[in-house]
């Protein structure tokens, strides 16, 4: 089981995100040691107001005993909430290309990929095909429908199975190798450590949870 060590907790980034409308980023600003985004939604409405935020917060690479590595990331996710508020989080869930793009350009921006955050190349979000081999479900439950959103890298997900013959690879990462900039790639659960982004329910908008 993942330990909240003083190392991790220093080296988590954070930002928030309102929502008005799936697809229309409202604005953006920058944080200490995090980005904004200011999005809204219409369907959200825990107090009449009609708006709810959601943190995302990235972390940085798993250490190697951390193991089994997606599974322990998740179970991470959920231990965190916003105080004195209920729900807990989960690994992300990027089902829209604003919510996915700012993800990715945030960690971009900030130098979260290969260059100050993981060096195994991936950040795990809330998506896998563990449940049954091919389809892809969210941390949330929900699956693909039709022409919902998706952002694979080219070739994937491929469910390369050379170092795991029996599940292939399950667990879906931001990718940041080979220049990827955080396409979307299946790989194995438990094989490489990652960084990972979890959400976290915030119906005030805190810049801080
Ligand atoms: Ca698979
Ligand atoms: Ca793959």
Redesign the pocket.
Known sequence: MISLGRQRSNRRYFWNLEVLNDDQIIDYFHLPGGLCVMLCKFTVDEDGTGCMCTSYEVYCQQPKNDRPYQRNAAAFCATRSVQHYGPTGRLAVLRTSSIDQRVREFIMESNLDERGCITRFGFWIGLSDQAEEGEYTWSDGEGFCGTDYRNWAAG?????DRRSKTTG?DCVQLWFRFGHNGLW???YCDFRQKGFICQIPDPKCHSKV
């Open positions: 994937e997900p491929n469910n390369n690879q790639d299946d790989e």
